[in-house]
């Protein structure tokens, strides 16, 4: 992808500029491929279709997506002192999962009863300020027998500064365990032979391990996020251009 880069860099801009070194590479591909994950993720590209949305965005964060329990062992959630509207809260830390958390795509658990009835249901995710009537509304209000729960996402409990947390309101019956499906984020790019905030000099090379479909796309943009400190108007309509013509 280095090689690639420097390619597209030349010949849109016709070998005018110093080289970029590999540490620079690196810092404008691994945004880059934070972009491309979220133009899939998100409903805001020209296909406007979000992950899952259709089979391609599904194969393109296939090696991102962390499937629970499969990839992503099932994580016991805290019960949190008192209640909202009589309902009890769990709380299901970011930082407890398995690998650094970027999207949910989906969140599964296992509750039960007092008398230790036990199923597998799904979380229905709700908007804070609709949480109230959720709690109380006979059609969406937690209910074991239905196996319907819901889940707000906010700042952690406990630190401000930690990614943030699951917030599960459960009614009256019990969450024993949470089952959370999610995008994580990509490892980053490193060339060797430098030292930087992730890699020491003698770390091995580490390859992009998005798929080779959308490598293009990723060097594309990491070519038009370069525009910007080269101030060429030309370049950066190019580049854009570039980064455009596939359907992502």
């Known amino acids: 992808m280095h090689y690639t880069f420097r ?3 030349d010949k849109i801009h016709g070998l005018t500029n110093d080289d970029f070194v590999p540490a ?3 810092w404008l591909l691994n945004l ?6 979220k133009k899939r993720y998100l409903p805001f590209n020209n296909a406007r279709k979000g992950f899952e949305g259709i089979q391609k965005r599904i194969d393109d964060l296939a090696t991102i997506h962390v499937k629970s329990p499969q990839k992503q062992v099932a994580i016991v959630p805290t019960l949190l002192v008192g209640t909202l509207l ?3 809260i769990y709380e299901c830390k970011f930082s407890e999962f398995d690998f650094t958390y970027m999207f949910l795509t989906g969140l599964r658990a296992k509750i039960s009863t007092s008398d230790t009835c036990i199923k597998d249901i799904g979380l229905t995710q709700i908007q804070e300020d609709d949480l109230n009537d959720g ?3 006979v059609n969406t209000k937690p209910d074991f027998n239905w196996g319907t729960a819901l889940f707000t996402i906010d700042a952690s409990s406990q630190d401000a500064e ?3 947390s699951i917030y599960i309101y459960s009614g009256d019956f019990n969450i024993s365990e949470v089952y959370p499906s999610y995008l994580r984020y990509p490892r980053k790019l490193f060339f060797g032979g430098y030292v930087g905030f992730d890699y020491g000099i003698a770390d091995p090379i ?4 998005l798929p080779t479909i959308i490598h293009d796309n990723i060097v594309d943009t990491a070519c038009e996020l370069a525009a910007a400190p080269l101030q060429d108007p030309e370049f950066l309509q190019l580049a854009k251009v570039n980064s455009e013509k596939f359907e992502y």
């Open 206 to 209: 580490v390859s992009c391990e």
């Open 86 to 88: 009589d309902s009890k």
């Open 24 to 26: 620079q590479i690196d």
């Open 7 to 9: 390619g597209k860099v």
């Open 32 to 37: 880059a491929q934070l972009v491309e994950v």
């Open 135 to 137: 709690l109380v509304n």
């Open 162 to 164: 930690a990614p943030g």
